[in-house]
């Protein structure tokens, strides 16, 4: 049979093989931003995760023609008003210094003040469809980071039922509990032939 080709339209690694380790029974040839190099990038002008999550993969779609998949995610704090969510990636330069700065604003608030929750909005986007997902999962802020697994906050983020944080889960593991893996899992199921 003839399989179609699906674009995993992120620039972030970890991103990339979260999807291709959750997706890896559905029908489709995965091609990555990796075989399309030189594409100029979206803008991410939208105001919430699932706007920007249209825009990025509408965007890569009309570019390649490809149907396409893009995620846009990102942590919200409730002592700091949901901050950074959207804008969670341009929090700071690199993984390092957006969890320094995370800790700096948090300092000072205690064990019971540093609620959070990561959410992902996952757009699939092709001439005949436009699939929708969204998921979040909840936890907390630690002080210190623990774990060298996942990317971006994984180490400072506690995950009670497990009492560890997503960076000292395996990606399997993570997979199973985190925002991006139940987004995955509700568009998995959307599209199964
Ligand atoms: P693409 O737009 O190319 O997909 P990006 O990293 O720029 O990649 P976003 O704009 O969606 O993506 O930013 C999401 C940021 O939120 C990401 O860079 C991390 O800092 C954070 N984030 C999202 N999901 C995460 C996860 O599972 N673990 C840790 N941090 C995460």
């Known amino acids: 049979m003839n399989r179609s080709r699906l674009l995993l339209a992120t620039s972030n690694k970890g991103k990339l093989e979260e999807f291709r380790s959750a997706l890896v029974s559905l029908p489709f040839d995965f091609a990555s931003l990796q075989d399309f190099r030189g594409l100029p990038p979206p803008s991410e002008d939208g105001t919430t995760f699932r706007e920007n999550a249209r825009l990025k993969a509408q965007h890569y779609s009309q570019l390649t023609g490809l149907p396409t998949l893009a995620d846009d995610s990102g942590l919200?704090?409730?002592?700091?008003?949901?901050?950074?969510?959207?804008?969670?990636?341009?929090?700071?330069?690199?993984?390092?210094?957006?969890?320094q700065r995370l800790l700096r604003e948090l300092k000072g608030f205690g064990e019971h003040e540093r609620s959070a929750r990561f959410v992902c909005a996952l757009c699939f986007f092709s001439p005949e469809q436009i699939l929708e997902v969204e998921a979040t999962v909840e936890g907390k802020i630690i002080k210190e980071p623990r774990g060298t697994s996942g990317?971006?906050?994984?180490?400072?983020?506690?995950?009670?039922?497990?009492?560890?944080?997503?960076?000292?889960?395996?990606?399997?593991e993570k997979n199973l509990i985190s925002h991006r893996g139940k987004a995955l899992a509700k568009l998995h199921e959307a599209l199964q032939p």
């Open 151 to 172: 990317f971006g906050y994984d180490p400072i983020f506690w995950y009670p039922p497990l009492g560890r944080t997503f960076g000292e889960l395996s990606r399997k």
């Open 76 to 99: 919200c704090v409730d002592a700091l008003g949901g901050a950074p969510g959207i804008y969670s990636k341009r929090y700071a330069a690199t993984d390092a210094e957006r969890i």
